[in-house]
């Protein structure tokens, strides 16, 4: 996957977790009010419900209803006094906590909500109730927290999946374009391309060039480079080499025609599963050399036989002869005679 699309599914992921954590922060402030206007709300309201036993001073049935409001309200604590300060019934729970509520609570995450309200009996204040209710909302937000994960997760990976998908799919649509396109290339040029697995077979062998080997279309795909070494211009040979990690080119002839035939082993991480190979016909370009070189050495031995010949035709050693020297001394026209045997073209021009 590309840069931009990483960048994107950052910047999606930042956005949502800030989004997350705004919204986990706001329903806390909001949950916390409401839990403190909760216990304000309930100590009052028992407060009435106690203010006629302790204005009637019944201690007895007030313990009892007070034991009842704290079961049923959810507190650690209630203690109801007169206006003077006077304990009149009082309940505390007893001390039965897990070793994680204590971490917590020593942590901090779990404090304790304390409220004191005054109690009225018929408008005249008559004493005050105070009730201790431990906030637990941690809980609640440890579970808030833990689904905002598991969707900020999910939607990340239903995000990066499509993502992957989309990418996939262009990817293959790339590729099919590229493969149309070397299909073409490969259909309209005189080569063979084709592959082989790490058994000999092959896999894939389609060019033009096959045209110029065969005039019938041949199944090569599926059968081993041994059985077709007649009809390919591959070898056992450059096959083995190949898989043992080489990539080389060898000239080879099959029925009448030379194909030179680049060969590179296929690996899939560090292990070669195969060999791919090119094969392209170079018969003319053979032809053209090898013409080129007979009409050399045919130059080369004409040239040879025409000096031959020159050396044949000419006199030998004139100029040394005693006679000749004598007499074009003294005949200009044998002087001149003698200089056109014995020198070469060059030599004449120059004198």
């Known amino acids: 996957m590309n840069s931009q699309p990483a960048k994107n599914h950052m910047n999606f992921l930042f956005w949502l977790s800030i989004a997350s954590l705004i919204l986990l922060g706001g329903y806390i402030v909001l949950h ?21 036993y302790l204005w ?8 009892e209803y007070t034991a009842i409001i ?5 507190f650690k604590s209630i203690s109801v006094t007169h206006s003077d300060g006077a304990l009149f019934a009082n309940y505390r729970e007893a001390k039965n906590k897990g070793e994680i509520r204590e971490f917590l609570r020593s942590m901090g995450l ?5 409220n004191t309200q005054a109690i009225f009996y018929r408008g005249k204040r008559i004493g005050d109730i105070t009730t201790l209710k431990e906030n637990t909302n ?8 833990l689904t905002i994960l598991l969707i900020i997760a999910s939607m990340t990976l239903i995000r990066v999946g499509k993502a992957n998908k989309e990418h996939q799919i262009h990817l293959e649509h790339d590729l099919s374009e590229n493969r149309e396109r070397l299909q073409t290339v490969v259909s309209a040029s005189p080569v063979i ?6 058994h000999g077979k092959f896999t ?62 296929m690996r899939e991480g560090t292990n070669i599963v195969g060999v791919i190979g090119v094969s392209t016909d170079v018969t003319a370009a053979i032809q053209a050399m090898n013409s080129l070189n007979d009409y050399k050495r045919s130059q080369a031995k004409d040239l040879q ?47």
């Open 193 to 198: 391309a084709f592959s082989l697995d790490r």
């Open 305 to 351: 036989i025409a000096q031959r010949a020159h050396q044949a035709f000419l006199p030998k050693s004139p100029q040394n002869s005693p006679d000749l020297k004598l007499a074009s001394s003294r005949n200009p026209v044998l002087r001149l005679a003698a200089t056109t045997f014995t020198s070469t073209p060059a030599q004449i021009i120059k004198s």
């Open 110 to 114: 779990i404090r304790d909500i304390e």
């Open 32 to 52: 916390e009010s409401r839990t403190r206007y909760a216990a304000v709300r309930d100590t009052a309201h028992y407060g009435e419900l106690l203010s006629s």
């Open 70 to 74: 704290a079961t049923e309200g959810e």
């Open 138 to 145: 941690i809980y609640t937000y440890f579970y808030l927290l």
């Open 56 to 63: 009637n001073i019944d201690e007895e049935t007030a313990q």
């Open 204 to 265: 894939v062998c389609e060019g033009m060039g096959l045209n110029k080997l065969h005039e019938k279309p041949m199944d090569i795909i599926g059968k081993s480079i041994e059985a077709v070494h007649n009809d390919m211009p591959t070898n056992v040979g450059d096959f083995l080499r190949a898989l043992k990690g080489e990539s080389f080119s060898e000239i080879r002839t099959t029925e009448g025609r030379s194909f030179e035939t680049w060969y590179s082993p």
